[in-house]
């Protein structure tokens, strides 16, 4: 799922900094009983599931909404569902039943027609969801999202009110941790129906069936609540009454307004991050996450070049960027797909990413010299020796983001007669343009959706509606697809198949690795129970206030 998130602002940040953590004079806010405050890095763009793309609304529809399974720390448990069910029909078949008390916050019964009319929305071509292609597997979906067959054919039904039942076209090993995400939510048709377009754009369009409900937004807001959801099936368990989040771009802003007692939880960055460390309230949590640089080859078809894309990768010093300039616990990526999240199914000690190493730490390493050789012979090999090149990097307009981009800009400038102009926009505007194909180079990053390799190689297909930079690689295509197909019941087959895509697309560089997340926190004493799950989001059902 997109994620939004530059050299070190200089010495008049250190100063503000140190200013910050130092002042004693501060006017400290009343703190609300049974309210979390929270800083979000940027606005909900939608509350639509069929539309939503990014983990910033992802995280309010996980604390909104319920699906059929919730994670729980690592364990998958049940949700809508009552229980947790195993395939049957060789893997095709599976049948959940639904709990009799869960309903929406307008009162009406949350049934098994709920997830099936939001499913077969999303993917309907007219909805024009970018997530359609994770229904692939599911019967007739990639044929439904291609305009091949009626929307009415996927293979999900419901047998009664509160038993639905999906059938696959091919076994998906990965499929209960598919139904935690926000892709595959229920909608309610009367909401929708009524709202049309609007739906998803305000909480009043809208009606929930999770621990919360939205109150008073708008999807222009740069402050939102989420209020207990008595209609809940689980209520009971729900603790804390409202959350409320706050858009704050710079960290040293979200540290004043931590330190003045206005927020309970503050993500810091560069060196406020830095600054902070060790401090008490300061943690870090890595994730299952990865920034890299996309390249538009469709718009400049010079960057097919292996060669040139290459160059890029050698001219960047990731330990600098992850360690000096972002400094907030991320870490220097040598691959798109997350480490320390998959393992080897015969040796649970074998991490994916380790396993396909030598590709990935031979083109990631930081060598400017082979970087100007590598762009030299690619601009000869593309016509373009001696020519001057301006290219644009499009990012989004945090302060974090700010950095990585001058930081990016200072890097590949030193390959010769490349200049890069930094082009920081509103995360929604970078999305966008970035679906669109309007950018040169972008920097983006995907969180996993569910803890499997897949969820980062899909990506890269040819045909995949994120693959924004259109890399394609038909040898890539076919191993991603064997593993998703011919191999899907045969573990060490399919992990051998995603090794050899994975090492196709290290070589390649199809897509540039930059780093992975890992976020920096200060958390007040008071706020426990910070579940954080393999889909990088946050449970909120298990937060706790201390008394």
Not at 290 to 315: D, G, H, I, V
Not at 318 to 328: H, M, P, S
Not at 463 to 484: A, E, F, R
């Amino acid at each position: 799922m997109k994620w939004k998130q530059g050299t070190i602002s200089g010495v008049l940040a250190i100063v503000a900094t140190l200013s910050l953590v130092g002042c004693s004079s501060k006017k400290q806010a009343q703190v609300p009983n049974h309210e979390v405050r929270i800083m979000s890095k940027d606005l909900i763009s939608t509350m639509d599931s069929s539309l939503m793309t990014d983990i910033l609304s992802a995280q309010s529809a996980q604390n909104t909404m319920d699906g059929l399974y919730r994670y729980s720390g690592r364990k998958i448990e049940p949700a809508v569902a009552t229980r947790v069910v195993s395939p049957t029909n060789n893997g095709l078949t599976y049948t959940f039943p639904l709990r009799k008390n869960a309903k929406w916050s307008n009162g009406d019964p949350v049934v098994a027609n709920d997830f099936v009319y939001a499913w077969k929305r999303t993917v309907n071509p007219k909805t024009k969801s970018q997530y359609a292609y994770i229904y692939e597997g599911i019967a007739n979906a990639k044929s439904i999202t291609a305009g091949k067959k009626p929307v009415n054919s996927l293979g999900v039904k419901a047998l009664n009110a509160h038993t639905l039942q999906v059938t696959l076209e091919k076994p998906i090993p990965y499929f209960n941790q598919l139904m935690t995400g926000s892709q595959f939510y229920p909608q309610n048709p009367r909401t929708v129906k009524k709202w049309g377009k609007k739906y998803g754009t305000s909480s009043k369009a809208l009606v929930f069936n999770g621990p919360y409900k939205l109150v008073n937004w708008s999807n222009s807001d740069n402050t939102w609540k989420e209020v207990k959801n008595d209609q809940y099936w689980d209520a009971k368990n729900v603790k804390v009454h409202a959350l409320k989040y706050q858009v704050v771009k710079d960290a040293s802003t979200a540290l004043n307004l931590y330190q003045s007692n206005k927020l309970d939880r503050a993500e810091l960055t560069g060196d406020t991050s830095k600054q902070m460390k060790g401090s008490k309230g300061y943690s870090v949590q890595k994730q299952n996450s990865t920034y890299y640089l996309e390249m538009n080859q469709k718009r400049l078809p010079m960057f097919k070049n292996q060669k040139l894309r290459q160059a890029l990768s050698y001219a960047i010093d990731r330990q600098q960027l992850a360690k000096k300039v972002l400094g907030n616990g991320t870490s220097a990526a040598t691959s798109a797909t997350a480490a320390d999240m998959s393992y080897d199914p015969n040796n649970k000690n074998k991490d994916f990413v380790g396993e396909t190493s030598q590709t990935g730490k031979e083109y990631t390493q930081f060598n400017l010299k082979k970087a100007k050789a590598l762009w030299k012979q690619g601009l000869a090999e593309t016509g373009q020796t001696g020519k001057k090149m301006n290219l644009t990097l499009l990012s989004d307009d945090a302060d974090i983001d700010k950095q990585r981009s001058e930081f990016l800009q200072s890097s590949l400038q030193k390959l010769p007669g490349l200049k890069i102009t930094l082009n920081n926009v509103p995360y929604k505007s970078r999305i966008s343009r970035s679906q669109s194909g309007d950018f040169d180079l972008v920097a983006t990053a995907w969180n996993a959706d569910f803890p499997d390799p897949i969820n980062f190689l899909t990506l890269f297909m040819s045909d995949n509606s994120y693959n924004n930079g259109k890399w394609s690689n038909s040898q890539y295509d076919d191993l991603v697809n064997k593993s998703m197909n011919e191999d899907a019941n045969n573990p060490t087959a399919r992990w051998n198949d995603m090794k050899a895509a994975q090492n196709i697309l290290n070589e390649q560089q199809g897509v540039v690795p930059l780093y992975q997340n890992g976020q920096a926190f200060m958390t007040k004493a008071r706020v426990k129970n910070m579940d954080y799950t393999p889909s990088n989001m946050y449970n909120m059902v298990s937060v706790r206030l201390k008394k």
